[in-house]
Structure formats: C-alpha cells, structure tokens
C-alpha cells in the first residue's frame, strides 16, 4: 500500500457509501479521517482498514455544527495536509407535503444542504493553503429532480448542487477541484431492499437481477476517478446509475 502525505475526509461516513469511499482512499495512501453522528459505529470500519494497512481516524460529529465541522477538518489538516473532502450525508425522506412540519423541512435542509456548504467551506479554507485539493458532495436524483413526498429532499439537495456549482466556478482556478455526483438509482443496501420489499414484496428483493443496485465499491470507484482527473479535463457533474435503471 502507498503511503502519502494527505488526508482525505469525509463527512458522513456511513455503512455503504461513505465505508466504501474510506476503504478506496485508504487503499491507495491516503490517511482518512472518518466522521459521523456516532463514533462507535465507525469502529468496525477503522479496523477493517488498518488490518489491511491503513490509516483510519475515527471522530463523531454533527455535520450540522459548524464548530464539529471545523474542528473534524482541522485535526485532518494538522496531521497530513486535507487533499480530499466528502460531503456524504444522507438526509432521504418521504412526506407527503401536508405531512411535512416545519421542523422536519428545516431538518433535512440542515443535514442535505447546510452540512454540504459547512464541509465546502472548511476544507476550502484548508486546501487553498496547499494550493490543491478534491471537494466533492454526493447528490442524488432529487438534487434535479422533485418527486411526490420528496419537497424537503429534493430542494435541500437542489441547493446543494448550487453550493457545489458555485463553489466550482470559485474554486476551480484555484487548483481545487469541486464536483457533484449525483447517485440516480438504489445502492445495495439493507434500507434499499427493506423498501423493495414493503412495496413489491419479498419475492421481487430475492428475484433482483444482478447490478440492478449499485455497488457501495462501484461508487467509491467512481470518486476516485474524479479525484485522479487531469485538470485540463475536470467533471463537475457525474451522473451514476446502474445499466437497467431507467431515467
């Protein structure tokens, strides 16, 4: 395993995708630095990586806070320079519009909008200091599209695609490069297929063609990818789906 002189970040590191884009960076050098709501939870993921030879720091935070937000990012930096950062939470519910309280739209804006523009800004704090740097914020169809149930997800993640798009046109000459995936299908996980099963029943989850779902590693790729661009050629947008998923 390369070891380089870097961290990578990422905000909200969850069970699927965020484990995923963990291992990947970890894999090829990077020192990472994890963060989620509960540390514990991170714990199976910081072990796993370090019995492969990598290099795993464990923090909890709340991506809401700027002051967790800061300090995840700083210790990042102070112990290798910040050259990736992920903004990875989730924030995915449906409600109908009569059902959806105040409190529940401003919930799912803090977490799949305000989080994104907190992480955004810190790490560019950060990389603009090295001259260099991959910030990349993870979407999802709602950031184009607005679906029944979906008015707090999808304008939350709509304004996280601004923030990104933004913060491209910002940052980009400035050697940082700032790009918006946007995950348009369901990844294999045990919530995407609990949800498969309450509307189909169970035997469409175990009749499920292969590659249907995505790949939490299959994404994790896909970041990498982004992150090794030359940048005479950049993404800012990158739309993932599996080949069977309509759109």
Known sequence: MPARNATAAIVGAGDFIGAAIARKFAAEGYTVFAGRRTAEKLEPLKAEIEAAGGRCFARGL????????????????????????????????????????????????????????????????????????????????????????????????????MVAQSMAHELGPKNIHVAHLIIDAGVDTAFVRDRIKAARGEAAVANLPDDVLMNPASIAQAYWMLHTQTRDAWTFELDLRPYGETW
């Open 62 to 161: 709340d991506a809401r806070k700027e002051e967790d937000i800061t300090a995840f990012l700083e210790e990042a930096d102070q112990h290798a320079p910040l050259e990736v950062c992920i903004a990875n939470p989730g924030a995915n519910v449906n409600f109908p519009i009569l059902d959806t309280t105040e409190r529940v739209f401003r919930k799912v804006w803090e977490m799949a909008c305000y989080a994104g523009f907190l992480t955004g800004r810190e790490a560019a704090r950060r990389m603009l200091k090295h001259g260099k740097g991959s910030i990349f914020f993870t979407g999802a169809t709602a950031s184009v599209r607005g679906g029944a149930g979906y008015a707090a997800f999808s304008s939350a993640k709509a304004g996280l695609r």
